[in-house]
């Protein structure tokens, strides 16, 4: 005796399929089992055209795919390598930079705390590189390095009170502390 199964449904499909298709790009895995699956229809008897449409890719993806694996096999489904752009510092500029962020600013010439502006200005008079500020940001980071805000100071303010404010002040939620430290 066969049962009919109650016809299965998603709440919202349209939001569902941009989320799958986002997770499926995410990963090199998940895309490389998204092409097999691709190849797996193809083989199947699905047309390209087909398989582009219930996959949500472009007919000339799923036709590029099957290319592929007819010449290299499944290797020719996994994602190949992206270089990218080539890193703007040597790793021997950033041994030296490291050793430098370690020192203030002052010890190179530069006023203030190391933050993006500081270090962008640096490298563009140390090595003639140019780096916007988010980037050195982002530097910093990569170098283990954080930024800390210096606390402020009220202009015409008793330095002992303040002294004995510090030290018995609680930090509390978004309070920052004072300088670059390596973490």
């Given amino acids: 005796m066969l049962r009919s199964m109650k016809r299965l449904t998603i709440s919202d499909p349209q939001s569902a399929i941009l989320s799958l298709q986002d997770e499926i790009r995410r990963t090199e895995e998940s895309r490389y089992d998204h092409r097999l699956h691709a190849v797996l229809l ?25 290319t592929r694996f007819e010449k290299r096999g499944f290797s020719g489904l996994m994602d190949e390598a ?15 930079l490291e050793g430098v962020l370690r020192k203030p600013p002052g010890a190179v010439g530069l006023a203030g705390q190391w933050d ?32 800390r805000k210096p606390r402020p100071k009220m202009a015409h303010a008793d330095p002992a009170l303040q002294a004995a404010y510090k030290k018995t002040a609680r930090p509390g939620p978004g309070r920052h502390g004072g300088s670059l430290s390596f973490r």
């Fill in 116 to 147: 993006g502006k500081t270090l962008s200005q640096y490298l563009q008079r140390q090595w003639d590189i140019y780096l916007g500020g988010r980037q050195c940001q982002r530097l910093l980071r990569q170098l283990g390095f954080r930024l």
């Fill in 82 to 96: 992206r270089p990218g752009r080539t890193p703007s510092l040597s790793p021997s500029q950033l041994q030296a």
């Fill in 42 to 66: 193809i083989a199947q008897g699905m047309s390209g055209h087909q398989v582009a449409q219930l996959l949500g890719d472009a007919p000339r993806t799923i036709a590029y795919w099957v």
